[in-house]
């Protein structure tokens, strides 16, 4: 193997090192994202539950009452 095929074989070593590198860190970064989506989406159930159970109290009052008047 020459010289030259040699040096070219490392730089494409180094290369895919440094992509696999890369990709290591995004997946990482995705996975982190995808936790945080989760967590936050529990988080906008919870509030839309909240919101409900406030709407459906603000009807019960809002309800003219049998007998009154």
């Known amino acids: 193997m020459g010289?030259?095929?040699?040096?070219?074989?490392?730089?494409?070593?180094?290369?895919?090192?440094?992509?696999r590198a890369q990709l290591a860190a995004a997946q990482d970064m995705l996975m982190e994202t995808a936790i945080d989506a989760g967590h936050l989406h529990a988080r906008i159930e919870a509030i839309q539950s909240e919101r409900d159970s406030w709407r459906a109290e603000a009807e019960r009052l809002a309800k003219p009452r049998a007998g009154a008047g």
């Open 3 to 19: 010289d030259d095929v040699a040096a070219l074989l490392l730089a494409l070593a180094e290369e895919n090192a440094e992509l």
